[in-house]
């Protein structure tokens, strides 16, 4: 068990024991503050203190604390200029570009910052890690860019724009608006921090930046699945979907344990359904309502196996050198190297684009005026177009999440003049998981609205209680469409009811 840390309703003690991704959530959902452990307090005091008593006794050189970074390892720094190189190190790293990461990711990235540095591997002062806690409790949030991240030597870029603040650069937003750091710290009555021998390194070594946007993908991409799942069952009832195949026995043969998950919630979404269980005409369905349990079962298996990489790296250390305290050494090793997590964001875009692959088809059969639906779910087709022109959107939005599948682990570029020559990419593919991710909750929406309407046009008679409940919440957002008007808005309005409700509510 991860869970070693003591929680309250207010406040989160931080442990280098562990934290596991339902505590993040718990902590992100409960807006609590952060605090430290007895134990991590020591463990920062310890590494601290041998990390002095090492740089005091011996001029060998060791990574980043006495020597220069990169392709300059190699290159000795005096005693008196052991503070200035780190300072030096942050601001030359600040060279973050592209869009502003979101508050609320940056404030992910500042807690598992604290995480990691919370082992006392990393040699960092007390001091600092509380400095770090203060911005985030007080949402003191650097700004921080998405680009400029190899995902190798740690996220270097978007990492020195988080920790400019604490020397009194860079610019942070706050619960008043924006402002130079410089400004909240004096008005908050702190200076900036003097920083140490190996705390820049400490602060700018990490893949804090990768796997902030992972943390967040995995706790929506479960939300999403299951979304998923319901909005397939809604457009089996509305497509008048066999039943058999979502036999259990069927999926128990397989042995692939997210299709039998799916197969499982499916029944039980549909439990209560007289349709779903009726003889039917027709002796099978399209493989994109018969292989749903197959399909979003692979994905389900995909997005468990990332959570677990997830889970493991927000625990780890990730700077470089690590500072082995309790064995007397300093070891330069590449902990920093984004691999594992790049591999997994890639698996993590193409499991959550294939959900809407195969809703975007649902989608196209829905319209297709087959099982005594009207062509394109509108009472007047000619006339109107109804919903023909949100499946060319939901086909649009899959092309395009088939092109950010392309993997961006596969991908390295020589850097610090070949020092670092070879890259993860981690951080490109986190971005871009992020988009695609965006992307399939507008198509699951674009499902959602023609189900509801076929639904509609096929009557509510003898559907499952659950999917009722759904449909009838639903309704009170969006309305059915009876003749041609912008269905952007509702579009949007689709969106924003999913992303607001967990549909198991309608289970009851």
Partial sequence: MLSAAIDSPTMHEISHQGLSLQQIENIIDGKKSLGLSEDSRERIERGRSYLDEMVAKSDDPIYGINTGFGALCNTKISRDNLEKLQSNL???HAVGTGQRV?????KLMLLLKIQALSHGNSGVSLELVERLIWHYNNDILPIVYDQGSLGASGDLAPLAHLALPLIGQGEVSTPEGEMSAEVVLSAAGLVPL??????GL???NGTQFMAAYGVELCLQGKKLVDWANW???LSLEAFDGRRDAFAEEVHQLRRQKGQVAVAKAINRIMAGSSRFSADKEHVQDPYSFRCIPQVHGASLDALNYVHDVFEREVNAVTDNPTILFESDAIVSAGNFHGQPLALALDFYSIAIAEMGSISERRVYKLLSGERGLPPFLVA????????????YTAASIVSRNKQLCTPCSVDTIDSSNGQEDHVSMGANAAVKSRQVLNNVYTVLAIELINAAQALDFRGHEGIAPAL???HESFRGHVDFVAEDRPLYEDIRSAEAFIRRHSPGQWLL
């Fill in 90 to 92: 942050v601001m030359s």
């Fill in 102 to 106: 979101p508050s609320d990711l940056v």
């Fill in 194 to 199: 003097q920083l140490r021998s190996k705390e």
């Fill in 202 to 204: 400490a602060l700018l």
């Fill in 231 to 233: 909005i397939a069952s």
């Fill in 380 to 391: 007047n087709p000619g006339l109107h177009s109804g919903f023909m022109i949100p499946q």
């Fill in 468 to 470: 009722k409940r759904l």
